[in-house]
């Protein structure tokens, strides 16, 4: 069972899974090993490793679930950080009356997983446009299931690679959370979108791409529907931004030539990273709005709900891309601050040359 604790300090929501301690892991040595071992509950023979798929591409028509032969599987996370209300039996001892030091609430919500390739040594790098195109409407399509769930504040797909982005397998693979309580991060975000357009009329990043794009000096790469840039204030040496030119709030919005156009960038974007350092750890989020409460509610944010926050209006969905090729120490963890190594208009005219 896994429970959220708000810090009484800071207002942030901790999910507490102790379950997770239990997951394999193949970075002991902090090394990716892409030898596919007999142990890889990824890989394709080891189906019943996981729990039950809740679809898969690419067997024949009428092929058993649960089998090799498939190119992408979706199944529920083994050791969820949250779990559906189903989860909860009624043995469960009920959580204690939250006091003002000490708020918890029980942790309900989603946690799936995405293996995008059988392919044991693939990565996000690795994939053809197709294949990423592929990968990212299943990801928008579980997304849309899952924020259809009672109870869900946030949906969150991203991507853990390597050992530095805290992934415990190697076997190439994406998740998506759904979340009961909207994230700090994402408040303080939606926060100054919000502000923004109540001060100026506009959209934050709608307006941020139309000036980087005539700045062009972070632009890594950009089309029609899309662009890739350094940011101008990047916390991770080589980060990445990538925006939709048309304002959406949600990936679930997305159309397939929206995310055609992605799949392009994207794999520009990755392959050149590849280019320069090889195969970094790195994280991948997709940033969607938080989800409109029922109708008659409130968001439960007092920032939020103070500014009559509309998700629709005051948020533009976009996906960060975080390469780990430092460790953050004392200083960046007790303030909040961080310290880049990397100017990102250098930074931004290396990928493109290397992309070119």
């Known amino acids: ?42 890989c394709p023979g080891h189906e019943a490793s996981t729990t039950p798929e809740i679809l898969a591409l ?26 559906p209300e189903l989860s909860f039996s009624s043995d469960t001892p009920p959580l204690e009356s939250p006091s003002d030091f000490f708020p918890e609430r029980p ?12 392919d044991h040594a693939a990565s996000l790098a690795s994939l053809s446009e197709p294949e990423l195109l592929e990968l990212l409407k299943i990801l928008r399509d579980r997304a849309v299931v899952l924020s259809r769930r009672p109870g869900h504040k946030y949906i969150s797909p991203f991507c853990n690679h390597g050992p530095e982005a805290g992934a415990t397998l190697a076997h190439p693979h994406m998740q998506i959370i ?46 029609d529907r899309w662009t890739a840039l350094s940011p101008w204030a990047s916390r991770f040496p080589w980060e990445m931004l990538l925006a939709p030119c048309e304002h959406r709030a949600f990936m679930t919005e997305a159309d397939d030539d929206d995310l055609a156009s992605l799949s392009e960038v994207l794999s520009y974007s990755l392959r050149s990273l590849i280019s ?35 998700p629709a209006d005051d948020f533009h969905w976009h996906l960060e891309i975080m390469p780990r090729l430092s460790r953050p120490a004392g200083f960046e963890v007790g303030t909040g601050f961080t310290i880049n190594s990397v100017i990102p208009e250098e930074a931004a005219r290396q990928l493109r040359e290397e992309g070119s």
Request: proline letters at 10%; aromatic letters at 8%; glycine letters at 10%.
């Open 1 to 42: 069972m896994s429970t959220l604790r708000q810090d009484p300090l800071t207002g942030r929501w901790v999910i507490m899974a102790a379950s997770r301690g239990d997951r394999p892991n193949e970075f002991r040595l902090m090394q990716r090993d892409l030898a596919p071992g007999e142990s890889c509950p990824f």
């Open 276 to 310: 320069i350092h090889g195969d970094p750890s790195l994280n991948l989020v997709i940033h969607s709005a938080p989800l409109p409460p029922p109708n008659g509610e409130v968001f439960g944010d007092k920032r939020l709900d103070d500014l009559a926050y509309s």
């Open 178 to 223: 759904g979340t009961p309580e909207l994230p700090s991060f994402v408040v303080d975000k939606a926060v100054r979108f919000a502000e923004y357009r109540a001060r100026t009329g506009g959209c934050l990043l709608c307006d941020l791409v139309t000036a980087e794009r005539k700045a062009g000096d972070r632009v890594i790469i950009r089309n």
């Open 58 to 83: 690419g067997r024949p028509e009428g092929a058993a679930a649960n089998e090799p032969g498939w190119r992408l599987r979706v199944f529920p996370n083994m050791y969820p950080a949250l779990c």
């Open 107 to 118: 942790g309900v919500g989603s946690h799936e997983v995405i293996v995008y390739s059988p």
